[in-house]
């Protein structure tokens, strides 16, 4: 079975703090991709990151930072210097190298509010 | 650019009725998918179709139906609309199965 698990389920930060979004998945797959997708009010989903798990780099795109650590079976995301337009409901989501007929498997979200 | 459309964006409707949600693609991928949305959930699987003539069921395909018209379309049913379909709809595509999904802006439905 695969599960993404995002314990937080509502954050609430003032513009130019940091913020860290949990995500913990669980699969039996060697070889699995994870992905980040932000949700803003106006309700598209935007893709952010994917990564495989084969490459434990940690990634900065800008003020986004993803630090995916295969022990803790973590892929935290960090935005650094937040901002008002940072405000949105951000999905994480897993998909395991074998097709288990759900394909990818998203988490149930964390809604970030970033305040003036 | 290169889009995931879906119709309607908005779509009220009465318990019992028959209602197609549509999706149409113009990024050339094979695979698309129907999810749904609901609070505190994210996002679930419906159904899922790697070709036209491949057609798999998700995680919550009770109550749905899908076609497949063509490479580019991929339309949703729900055969008679009940209240806890109530959700915002999502179509997606993607170029491979592990390639990121791409989604269109999403449907919201209210059954009544």
């Known amino acids: 079975a695969q599960k993404v698990t995002q314990a937080q389920t509502e954050i609430s930060v003032v513009e130019k703090e940091d913020v860290t979004l949990d995500c913990v998945y669980e699969t039996r797959d060697t070889t699995y991709y994870l992905f980040w997708y932000k949700q803003p009010p106006s309700g598209e989903l935007v893709f952010l990151i994917r990564r495989n798990s084969f490459d434990e780099q940690n990634e900065i795109s800008g003020r986004y930072s993803w630090n995916f650590q295969k022990s803790t079976s973590s892929f935290n995301f960090t935005i650094t210097a937040s901002q008002v337009v940072d405000s949105a409901v951000y999905f994480c989501a897993l998909r395991g190298a074998r097709n288990y007929g759900q394909n990818f498997v998203f988490g149930p979200g964390t809604r970030l509010s970033v305040l003036p | 650019d290169a889009d995931v459309t879906q119709t309607p964006r908005n779509r009220i409707t009465k318990t019992g009725k028959r209602i197609m949600l549509e999706c149409s693609q113009t990024?050339?991928?094979?695979?698309m998918y129907w999810y749904r949305q609901d609070p505190g959930l994210g996002l679930r699987l419906i159904y899922y179709?790697?070709?036209?003539?491949?057609?798999n069921k998700g995680e919550i395909s009770d109550g749905y139906s899908v076609s497949r018209q063509a490479q580019a379309k991929f339309s949703l049913s729900l055969e008679s609309a009940i209240p806890n379909q109530t959700a915002l709809y999502f179509c997606?595509?993607?170029?491979?199965?592990?390639?990121?999904?791409?989604f269109g802006n999403g449907t919201r439905l209210t059954v009544t």
């Open positions: 990024k050339g991928h094979d695979r």
């Open positions: 179709s790697f070709d036209v003539k491949d057609i």
């Open positions: 997606a595509t993607s170029r491979t199965g592990n390639s990121p999904l791409h």
